[in-house]
């Protein structure tokens, strides 16, 4: 649980952990065709749509896939294309 009770508190859907929305990446989904959806990470949480949050673990983003979470937790059928959220996380794992 978060240090600050202010502190809006979301849930991984890769682990299913609930933690501060700082601690965790927001990402959405952009239409890239008819039922094609990319993930697209929104760190400054201002994109339009509604959002989903997975800790900026690689683990994480392998369970949240194991289980198709992402169609559940934005709302949509179709296909998922988490490449671009993939690399935002391998890239935050390398610079830590």
Request: proline residues 10%.
């Amino acid at each position: 649980m978060p240090a600050d009770p202010a502190a809006p508190v979301r849930t991984c859907i890769g682990c299913r952990k609930r933690a501060s929305s700082s601690e965790l990446l927001r990402f959405v989904a952009i239409e890239s065709s008819p039922d094609q959806f990319t993930a697209v990470p929104d760190p400054a949480r201002k994109r339009p749509g509604r959002g989903a949050h997975l800790h900026p673990d690689p683990a994480c983003l392998v369970l949240a896939e194991r289980k198709r979470a992402f169609g559940r937790a934005l709302r949509l059928t179709g296909v998922f294309d988490s490449g671009p959220l993939a690399e935002v996380i391998a890239a935050v794992g390398t610079s830590q």
